[in-house]
Antibody, heavy 121, light 109 residues
């Protein structure tokens, strides 16, 4: 069955860096766009970034542009999010999600369990 | 980016009730809208895509409708398992980033 398992979360100081990983199984990873979606404590959902199936197209929310970098390794069935210059308002649960659809029309049909990132001194 | 506004923010209802949640887009998104259910401490679960298409395995008491800028999610007869927070998400090509509504918390009355 489809599984997405995030890792790499933790406590980081403001201005620091963190790299999240998402290990995928149960489907042909290289056929799908993938996304990172976050949820701050008690708040709603925010799509922070997504990447095309072969990694040549990437989009970022304005809130993370220039600080976060999404990447993928199709040979390892893995998705990554490099987060630099972290701020307190980046504190959230970060979910890895599979994007389903085509021609720029994507919703999220499978999600990981999430990994907590806390930015605090 | 396209803004999504849900109403109400909180809804109190009883088992067996019929409830409706509304989602409005700041500009037309045609039918490119999805609905998700999230329970505390869990990842969101896809319920409906393309405004009215039911995801496989989702009970038929969930129904989505609408197009353009106004959409609704209706639960025809609430079950105990349905008390959760619901989010809409637009995925129109008119906006490069996909945005969610702020959520509607469905509580037991």
């Amino acid at each position: 069955q489809v599984q997405l398992v995030e890792s790499g979360g933790g406590l980081v100081k403001p201005g620091g860096s963190q790299r999240l990983s998402c290990a995928v199984s149960g489907f042909t990873f290289g056929d799908y766009y993938m996304s990172w979606i976050r949820q701050a404590p008690g708040k709603g959902l925010e799509c922070v970034s997504y990447i095309s199936n072969i990694g040549n197209t990437r989009y970022y929310a304005d809130s993370v542009k220039g600080r976060f970098t999404i990447s993928r390794d199709n040979s390892e069935n893995s998705l990554f999010l490099q987060m630099d210059s972290l701020r307190a308002d980046d504190t959230a649960v970060y979910y890895c999600a599979r994007a389903y659809g085509d021609h720029g029309l994507y919703y999220f049909d499978f999600w990981g369990q999430g990994t907590q990132v806390t930015v605090s001194s | 980016d396209i803004q999504m506004t849900q109403s109400p923010s909180t809804l109190s209802a009883s088992v067996g009730d019929r409830v409706t949640i509304t989602c409005r887009a700041s500009q037309s998104i045609d039918i490119w809208l999805a609905w998700y259910q999230q329970k505390p401490g869990r990842a969101p679960k896809l319920l409906i895509y393309k405004a009215s298409s039911l995801e496989y395995g989702v009970p038929s008491r969930f129904r989505g409708s609408g197009s353009g800028t106004e959409f609704t999610l209706t639960i025809s007869s609430l079950q105990p398992d349905d008390f959760a927070t619901y989010y809409c998400q637009q995925y129109s090509t008119y906006s490069p980033m996909y945005t969610f509504g702020q959520g509607t918390k469905l509580e037991i009355k």
